[in-house]
């Protein structure tokens, strides 16, 4: 009888490893509104078939572009109310769930490509993906998403002064309306979707984003003036409640595999910027001698603001002013 009872013992102890090491199955939707043949698409394509082979097929990612499932803000409301598992946003449209994200959003706050580099790949991006835990979501992974510049349908800017009276469409973020203002121009915010018609209407008179938004609005833009105010990633968020679910090595398949894709995706967004430029040819006019010290100077009252009126904003733009 001992025998028997120990043998169960241990066909039971068994049984509860076997269970416990079985993962459970993720049929996840990750929306975004970009196109089908943007790098980001690509490069999130690629990461999913990653994560499917590494987690053994226990892991499946259903991607949705092109905005079908709705714009940024709303795919963020999805997940919030179970209705998604993932998306891809600009830290922008994050500020408006936990105002620290306007820290990556301050102009200039980066100096370079390397320095965007490290911070989000160090601990200060780790700790930027736990700001929206409570509502919801986390960040899991990042992607750049170039450097924003000035684009206009008719007037070269040069100048902060050039920016005067004219109407410049932007994210629907307090960040890129308050550097506007500082700017001296005036924020107008509408949908990506919305920039064409606007320009090409005069209800904007430009926009501001990184030289592949050219490929959707060259036709309407006469300028892409290099003053270069921000580098604003694109961040992969995940609901809170999926992620907990998952078990440990499936987390450390998903961020195993996001990490590399990060590190390749660096050189294929250099290689889209370049399409980009050669699918423009010369239908726009690239202004390169731009007053950046000048646009730096007109932006110092947005620090010295969030110095006395956001202390947490202002502490990761230390951190990131202080980083290697």
């Known amino acids: 009888m001992k025998k028997v009872i120990s043998l169960l013992v241990i066909l039971v102890c068994m049984f509860a490893v076997s269970a416990s090491a079985a993962d459970k199955d993720f049929f996840i939707t990750l929306a975004h509104n970009l196109a089908e043949d943007h790098a980001v698409h690509i490069a999130m394509t690629e990461w999913a078939d990653a994560v499917n082979s590494a987690s053994n097929g226990t892991i499946t990612i259903n991607i ?46 980066f100096r370079d490509k390397d320095h965007l580099y490290s911070v989000m790949n160090g601990e200060i991006g780790k700790d930027l ?110 609901s809170t409640k999926i992620w907990n679910e998952m078990s440990d090595a499936q987390k450390k398949v998903m961020l195993d595999t996001a990490a590399d894709m990060v590190t390749n995706y660096k050189g294929l967004w250099a290689k889209f910027e370049e399409e980009v430029k050669a699918q423009v040819g010369d239908k726009v006019q690239y202004v390169k001698d ?35």
Not at 72 to 100: W, Y
């Open 64 to 109: 949705i572009p092109n905005g079908q499932l709705g714009s940024e803000a709303d795919c963020v409301s999805q997940i919030q109310a179970g209705q998604l598992e993932m998306t891809k946003v600009s830290a922008g449209t994050l500020s408006n769930f936990a105002s620290a994200w306007n820290c990556v959003s301050v102009p200039y706050v």
């Open 129 to 238: 993906y736990k700001l929206t835990e409570k509502d919801g979501f986390i960040g899991l992974a990042w992607l750049e998403s170039g450097t924003r510049c000035f684009y206009t349908a008719n007037t070269p800017v040069r100048t902060p002064a050039d920016l005067k009276g004219l109407k410049i469409r932007t994210m629907d973020s307090q960040m890129a309306i308050d550097m506007m203002n500082a700017f001296g121009g005036s924020a107008t915010v509408m949908g990506y979707s919305d920039i064409y018609t606007g320009m090409q209407q005069g209800v904007i008179d430009g926009a501001e984003n990184n030289i592949t938004a050219l490929r959707d609005h060259a036709d309407v833009t006469k300028f892409y003036c290099y003053d270069e105010h921000t580098m604003i990633p694109d961040v992969i968020v995940i």
């Open 290 to 324: 731009v007053d950046k010290p000048a646009f730096q100077k007109a932006v110092q009252p947005l620090y010295e603001a969030l110095k006395t009126g956001d202390a947490t904003t202002y502490s990761f733009v230390e951190r990131i002013q202080s980083a290697k």
